[in-house]
């Protein structure tokens, strides 16, 4: 028992030591730039059999709110792409931010559309509840835009995509 013990620690040891030589080697280079191209070289020398997968919640009326998501969106897309690594990306709406999918109200209306002219791994999905409620409220039918993909529940909808494994991200 005892000498099983001592094996194990001698082997946590080199595994350390091996550790602690890497990163001190790599800790050569100083700035932002490398530590940022060290990460995309770690990204990019990992084979993946699947893509990545970003679920983006958009729960508010704010045009700022939905300009960063697409920021986010258009930034997630490009990293992969430049590593040549495949994504997928799903925006979320529901609340006050379906205001994002609404073809009468969106603030960010043409940029969803010449972002999906361009990016084909990117859905949007509009919660059917709240376009329900906002048909009441409103007395009248609410218009989506022509991206958007009506689901049952926005909710429900970004609980199943994490519970599949894909990122959360609300900005």
């Known amino acids: 028992m005892n000498r099983s013990l001592v094996v194990f620690a001698g082997a946590a ?15 050569a280079q100083i700035g932002t730039h490398s530590k940022i191209n060290a990460n995309a070289k770690m990204t990019a020398g990992v084979p993946r059999t ?7 919640q958009v729960d508010v009326n704010d045009p700022a709110i939905m300009n960063l998501a697409l920021n986010n969106v258009a930034n997630t897309a490009q990293h992969y792409r430049e590593i040549g690594q495949k994504v997928e ?4 709406a529901f609340g006050p931010g379906l205001h994002m999918l609404r073809d009468d109200t969106s603030p960010v209306k043409a940029r969803i559309q010449s972002m999906s002219e361009t990016m084909p791994e990117l859905t949007f999905s509009a919660c ?9 409220a409103e007395a009248k039918e609410i218009p989506l835009i022509s991206q958007a993909k009506l689901t049952k529940s926005g909710v429900v909808r970004l609980m199943e995509l994490q519970e599949r494994g894909w990122s959360y991200l609300r900005p």
């Open 13 to 27: 040891a080199v595994g350390l030591t091996l550790v602690l030589s890497a990163e001190t080697s790599g800790s």
């Open 50 to 56: 699947h893509p990545h997968r970003l679920a983006v």
């Open 89 to 92: 990306i799903e925006v979320v």
């Open 128 to 136: 059917g509840n709240t376009r329900e409620n906002m048909t009441k």
